[in-house]
């Protein structure tokens, strides 16, 4: 029933943009916060922003602060993650993930999210 639908990827160049899209089916607008996160290939899966239930509080990884926002509208059940200066190693399978709106939430713990999509890929390559 609960379903997250990532969209956006694609190949840019470096310096590039993209902004990634995540609808939401299946899931209360406003009750559950998300992330983002990426992985590249032979690495661990790694943290790159997350947003409360909403919007007020967003939460990113040094490594892309200043480059990478993250948003929601939740009237559309939507999330988004807007890239901007794009670099190679940003290349990555990116995930959006929810979760509940009860208990302990670490942002940037895979754990702490009980759903996730099926990844977008962004390839940054001159």
């Known amino acids: 029933q609960v379903q997250l639908v990532e969209s956006g990827g694609g190949l840019v160049q470096p310096g590039g943009s993209l902004r990634l899209s995540c609808v939401a089916s299946?899931?209360?607008?406003?009750?559950?916060?998300m992330g983002w996160f990426r992985q590249a290939p032979g690495k661990e899966r790694e943290f790159v922003a997350a947003?409360?239930?909403?919007?007020?509080?967003?939460y990113y990884a040094d490594s892309v602060k200043g480059r990478l926002t993250i948003s929601r509208d939740n009237a559309k059940n939507t999330g988004y993650l807007q890239m901007i200066s794009l670099k190679p190693e940003d290349t990555a399978v990116y995930y959006c993930a929810a979760a509940r709106g009860f208990g302990v939430w670490v942002y940037a713990q895979t754990n702490s999210y009980a759903y996730w999509g099926q990844g977008t890929q962004v390839t940054v390559s001159s």
């Open positions: 947003i409360n239930r909403i919007g007020s509080s967003t």
């Open positions: 299946g899931l209360t607008s406003g009750a559950y916060a």
